[in-house]
């Protein structure tokens, strides 16, 4: 059996997998599928799908040792102790769940560089490890009788379930295979496992205090090595960068991450929780001036990576966190006076912003490329317009409608637009379940903030602007779900409408 079709079946195997854990229980009461026993064979199949797939883009170098009987045995010796001391971990985390949110806040932001059958990555290693302890952990929450043996049941299930199993479905017809199974294997799989965790596990975790508290302490070594790579001219890993800030008038820094904008959109991120924590507090005079002190340090950085998309998303943000702090009609005005002055005074000094406003080449140009990658985007799109070229496909099927000398000047092959990149690799099924999961989210995020008596208020509204937030930057930038951030804040907003959903049902069954 080929490599191909391994990788076929695994992704299939993580699709029926995700829907038998997500599927409402009325449909699969339907089918005599009990409820506790199917989500767990859905989570089994998923984690065996997900190992099963990252094996298969294991180079040869490094699968070499097992072909011999020695490392046969002691690769499957490897493999049992891993999984006993997950399990152990899992067991020490299930008294005090906020310890694993904890591990989660502080892995979250944290990639390790590796080389790998001489290719460069930068991943997510240390957040593989939380999440399936975090799997773990509620398994062992369970044996010790939690109240809660049902997952809990949330909204947005039944579209999210849709969206990601046509996605890694889509593996099977991708120009680009290779790069499905990287995305499948380091970003969907991963995350929506992740998602499943948090959502089960958020209201007995204390979640939304220990990752605003665990973000904010995080994120200010982040910036300080920002700031400092700014000062000395030198950052870490991203060559490309590197390259480009000893052409540039702007030199850009990324800290820890691969990318400036990545770094841009952490500490927004940041700033929003600092805005949100210093708005709650009651111990007004101290945690103003600590919330200040950081709003500074993230702000001080946040300008040195110079990303657009990160200050339109700071804007979103803090607009979200505004109307519901001061109400529609002041932030609404405030909001337009302050656009339109700025914005006035842009147009009128600038001759750069006047072109780039009524000249597509030089907005193309403004944008570094941004704009053709968009239009190059939707002209794929035309031509798979129903389920798409595939999950990993847009840079593949963009390169190849580029002539040669285009390969050669275009620095750039990744779609910097999520909605475009899924028209592009998912089609219209894909757009319209991606569309089905955004509006809904949306929905649910602002009814689960206005129920103020459910606690959720500031910290829902802080993850509701973090979301859009997010989504705005994505716009620009993408990387919508390879951002663990984007499942981490998602799942917190429908933990909060899961757990307002059953007050509210048990409020009907008292008064019935």
Known sequence: ??????????????????????????????????????????????????????????????????????????????????????VVAGRLLAPRPWVWFLLLGLTLPVRIPISVGGEDANLLLPLYVVIVTGITMLWWMERRGARERR???????????????????????????????IKATFFWIPFVLAYLVIVTAWHRGRAAATLAIT???MAVPVALLAVAQYLSH?????????????????FRVNSIFYDPNILGRYLVLALIIAVAVAWTTRARTTVLVTC????????????????????????????????????????????????????????????????????????????????????????LFRQHPV???????????????????????????????APVTVLTEEGVIGGALFAWVTVLALIVGVRTTRDRGSG?????????????????????????FEDPYSWVLAAGLMALAARTAGKMASVSETVT
Request: no cysteine; proline share 4%; charged share 10%.
């Open 151 to 181: 997952w809990p049941t949330t909204p947005l299930d039944l579209p999210l379930g849709a969206f990601v199993a046509f996605t890694l479905i889509s593996v099977l017809w991708s120009s680009d295979p290779f790069e499905g199974a």
């Open 234 to 250: 030198d950052v870490f890993w991203n060559h490309r960068l590197i390259q480009a800030n000893v052409y540039s008038r702007f």
């Open 1 to 86: 059996m080929t490599t191909e079709i391994v990788r076929q079946f695994a992704a299939v195997a993580a699709a029926v997998g995700l829907l038998l854990m997500l599927l409402p229980t009325v449909a699969t009461d339907a089918l005599h599928l009990p409820d506790r026993p199917r989500r767990l064979v859905g989570l089994g199949v998923i984690l065996v799908a997900w190992v099963v797939m990252a094996a298969t883009l294991a180079p040869s170098g490094v699968t070499d040792p097992l072909s011999t009987p020695m490392g046969l045995m002691g690769g499957i010796i490897g493999a049992v102790v891993v999984m006993a001391l997950v």
């Open 292 to 379: 200040g002190a950081l709003a500074i340090v993230y702000s001080a950085a946040l300008v040195v990576t110079f990303s657009r998309s990160s200050a339109l998303m700071l804007m979103v943000g803090l607009l979200i966190l505004a109307l519901h702090m001061f109400g529609a009609r002041r932030t609404l005005l405030v909001g337009l006076g302050i656009v339109t002055l700025g914005s006035g005074i842009a147009i009128a000094g600038s001759s750069q912003v006047r072109s780039a406003l009524t000249s597509t080449a030089r907005l193309d140009k403004v944008s570094e490329g941004r704009f053709d990658l968009v239009s190059g985007g939707v002209d």
């Open 215 to 217: 973000t904010m302490a």
């Open 387 to 417: 389920a798409g070229g595939g999950l990993g496909s847009f840079a593949a099927d963009y390169s190849a409608s580029l002539s040669t000398r285009d390969v050669r000047t275009t620095r750039v092959l990744i779609s910097h637009n």
């Open 456 to 480: 959720s208020g500031v910290p829902g509204v802080a993850m509701l602007a973090g979301l859009v937030g997010v989504f705005m930057h994505a716009l620009l930038y993408s990387a919508l």
